[in-house]
């Protein structure tokens, strides 16, 4: 209901005027010569079977059946999906239709979408079945199946699996594959070397366990979310896998209201190269914002909280990754070098929960010593969102639950010298040491004002 809405609202603005007088009024737009072009190459890789696209875009009828939504879709650009404002910043694998083939798309509905010859339909473009990234190394599957309920909260659940190395490994890419994709919202991966994943797992019966009390530093090995791809690690980078470890998924449920049976695969692909650099995480704000204050009242339309860095070396910007909840609305990071020329780095302007990734540079960009991260993250609690959770809207601090709130942009990036990172890490260190503080102090500040307004926050 809450999507239809947006879908409709989002169709009726006048982006697309200037477009539509481009495409010749006497042209005759049919489907076979203009427009399963543009489907099966833009739509078709998820819209068809046993892709995460709830139905299939393959053939006429298919368009045909869903005509006038797909002219809103393509029009409001909520398909293809792809969140980051188009030439700020040049990402690998951008997903974005033109406004001339918006345009076609809109003649063709408004002039009754007609087939045209069917022998001159061009054929569907070669779609890799199975795993995208070609045949993996190796392969592992959670070890004993997990049963989500039909209904109830959010199921925060990790899972070990053995890897079976057993020797060092490089992995340059890993690809996740949910069993049971209605329920499975989003995954995180790491490698547990220490065993204790396993132990803690081992402390009950039930498949998995919750939270990571007692489980000590993991190697992280990125992760995925509806809509989002394989995750491939910087060429000269790859992710050093420790031997006999287990590999962790930190999977978040959300129940469908029918019960679903979860094993997930997760694709491993090895480099023989070694990393030859190495890569720093540069989050901001850090602690996904635990330290920022996040305390946002209701109906307030626009909360904003922000941080900044100041490299102490010059790096390689490799991707950006922006993370809030369903209130999280535009996400803005940038930076600015000791000459003051400003370097767009990503905006996306239109959060959706639903649609998370990370974004990979076309060329990785080169900051120099002196240059400073900014990174704004901006939340909407009004009624008006059609994407708040919350009907009438409530107070959100920061939590881990998605109808809590989280924000912050997570770069990586690598040192144009790899013994620079010592020095970039150690100046993170004190951000993150300083958030760490704030979030402590802010802890103590909401558990008082509950105390004082017992029943009016949860
Ligand atoms: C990256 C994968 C992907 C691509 C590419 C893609 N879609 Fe989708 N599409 C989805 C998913 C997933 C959904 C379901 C969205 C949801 O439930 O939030 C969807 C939903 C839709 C819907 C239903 C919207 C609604 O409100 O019910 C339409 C129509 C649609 N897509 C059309 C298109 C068209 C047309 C294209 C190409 C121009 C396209 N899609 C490209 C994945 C994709």
């Keep these: 209901m809450t999507r239809l809405l947006l879908v409709v609202c989002l169709a009726a603005l006048p982006m697309f005027g200037a477009a539509a007088a481009k495409v010749g009024d006497a042209v005759d737009v049919t489907f076979s010569q203009h427009i399963a072009p543009i489907v099966f190459n833009n739509c078709t890789s998820c819209h068809r079977p046993g892709q995460g696209a709830p139905f299939a875009l393959t053939s006429y009828d298919d368009v045909y059946k ?83 309920p039909a209904d109830g909260a959010d199921i925060y659940r990790n899972f070990p699996a053995a890897i079976g190395t057993t020797e060092h490994k490089w992995v340059r890419a890993v690809e996740f594959r949910p069993g049971s994709r209605s329920v499975m919202h989003h995954s995180l991966f790491s490698a ?12 009950d019966e039930e498949t998995g366990f919750s939270g990571m009390a007692g489980v000590p530093g993991t190697t992280k090995l990125g992760g995925w979310a509806v809509g989002s791809g394989p995750r491939v690690f910087p060429q000269e980078a790859p992710v050093k896998l420790p031997p006999n470890a287990d590999f962790l998924f930190r999977s978040h449920f959300h129940p469908s209201g029918k019960t679903e049976t979860e094993v997930s695969s997760i694709a491993l692909y090895f480099s023989d190269e070694p990393a030859t650099r190495v890569r720093v995480g540069i989050q901001l704000p850090p602690l996904y914002g635990r330290g920022s204050n996040i305390d946002i009242p209701a109906g307030e339309k626009e909360f904003t909280i922000r941080e900044q860095f100041t490299l102490p070396a010059a790096v390689d910007i490799y991707s950006a990754g922006p993370h809030a909840h369903y209130i999280g609305k535009d996400f803005h990071g940038w930076a600015v070098l000791p000459n003051g020329e400003e370097v767009p780095l990503i905006h996306v302007p239109d959060w959706d929960f639903n649609w998370q990734g990370s974004f990979v540079y076309a060329e990785p960009v080169r900051l120099p010593a002196g240059a400073t991260i900014h990174v704004e993250v901006t939340y909407d609690n009004s009624a008006e969102n059609p994407r708040n959770p919350h009907n009438p809207p409530k107070r959100v601090t920061w939590g881990l639950a998605s109808f809590q709130e989280m924000g912050s942009i997570s770069f990586s990036a690598l040192p144009v010298n790899n013994e620079d990172a010592e020095l970039i890490r150690q100046e993170y260190g004190k951000l993150q040491a300083k958030h760490t503080m704030q979030a402590r102090e802010q802890m103590k500040g909401h558990k008082e004002s509950i105390r004082r307004n017992t029943g009016t926050d949860d």
């Excluded at 694998?93 to 798309?105: D, P, T, V």
């Excluded at 547990?192 to 402390?203: L, P």
């Design 66 to 148: 869903r005509g006038m939504l797909i002219q809103a879709v393509t029009e409001s650009r909520f398909m293809p999906p792809w969140q980051a404002r188009e030439g700020y910043g040049h990402f690998i694998g951008e997903r974005r239709l033109s406004a001339e083939q918006i345009a076609l798309i809109g003649k063709w509905v408004k002039t009754g979408m007609p087939e045209g010859d069917a022998a001159a339909m061009p054929k569907m473009p070669d779609f890799p079945e199975g795993w995208q990234l070609g045949e993996p190394d190796l392969v592992v599957d959670m070890e004993i199946p997990y049963q989500v």
């Design 192 to 203: 547990d070397a220490s065993g204790k994943a396993r132990e803690v797992d081992a402390r």
